[in-house]
C-alpha cells in the first residue's frame, strides 16, 4: 500500500501479508512479476510517471498490467461520496498518452461500473441490467476506465516515421 495511504492490517487473523512502501520503490526484484493488477493507485499517486516506470521495472518482458481508474467521463468521478471521487480520473487518451511515454503498447481498453453511483437499493439489484445496457449503449460513459497494457523492451512508435531530409548538396570523399 502507498506511504500516503497508510496500511491496512490484512488479514484479520493470521501473519500479515500487507506492507507499507513507496510508490516508486516496490520491494520486489526486477522482472519478476507476470502480471500486475493496479486499482485505486494511479488517480491518487503523487507523481504518476516514476510509479509507471516502476510497475515497468517489475514485470517480466511482455508482462501485462491491468489497470483500473476514474473514468473522466462517467458520473462517478463527480460525485465525492465514491471511491473513484477523489484524485484525479483519466480520460482514454490521458492513459494512452502515459502508459506509452512509459513503454508500455496499450492492448485493450474498456469501461466498467455503468451503474449510478446512488445507493438505491433498486438501483444496487439492477446492477447486470445496468451493466448490460451501458456496456452497449454508452460505452465511453462507465464510471472507470479498463486498459490491458503489455511491457515493451523497445520504445513502441507514435504516427507515421519520419522523413529523411535529402542532402541538396553532395560532398565527394576523398
Not at 516508486?24 to 485505486?40: G, K
Not at 488517480?43 to 510497475?55: D, G, K, N, Q
Not at 483519466?90 to 506509452?100: F, G, V
Request: aromatic share 6%.
Amino acid at each position: 500500500m502507498p506511504s500516503r495511504q497508510g496500511a491496512l492490517i490484512w488479514p484479520a487473523g493470521g501473519p500479515i501479508l500487507s506492507t507499507l512502501v513507496e510508490e516508486d520503490q516496490l520491494p520486489l526484484p526486477d522482472n519478476s512479476v507476470d502480471r500486475l493488477l493496479v486499482v485505486h493507485c494511479l488517480e491518487v499517486a503523487e507523481s504518476v510517471t516514476p510509479l509507471i516506470r516502476e510497475l515497468w521495472r517489475v514485470l517480466k518482458p511482455e508482462g501485462r498490467l491491468l489497470i483500473v481508474v476514474p473514468n473522466r467521463r462517467g458520473l462517478w468521478a463527480h460525485v465525492d461520496t465514491t471511491p473513484f471521487g477523489y484524485g484525479s480520473p483519466y480520460s482514454r487518451s490521458q492513459l494512452d498518452n502515459l502508459l506509452t511515454s512509459c513503454l508500455f503498447s496499450p492492448v485493450t481498453f474498456g469501461t466498467a461500473l455503468h451503474l449510478p453511483p446512488f445507493d438505491r437499493g433498486i438501483v444496487v439489484r439492477s446492477a447486470t441490467a445496468w451493466e448490460r445496457v451501458g456496456t452497449r449503449m454508452s460505452p465511453g460513459l462507465g464510471g472507470v476506465l479498463l486498459v490491458e497494457a503489455r511491457k515493451e523492451t523497445v520504445a513502441p512508435i507514435k504516427g507515421l516515421p519520419a522523413r529523411a531530409k535529402a542532402l541538396r548538396v553532395l560532398v565527394p570523399i576523398r
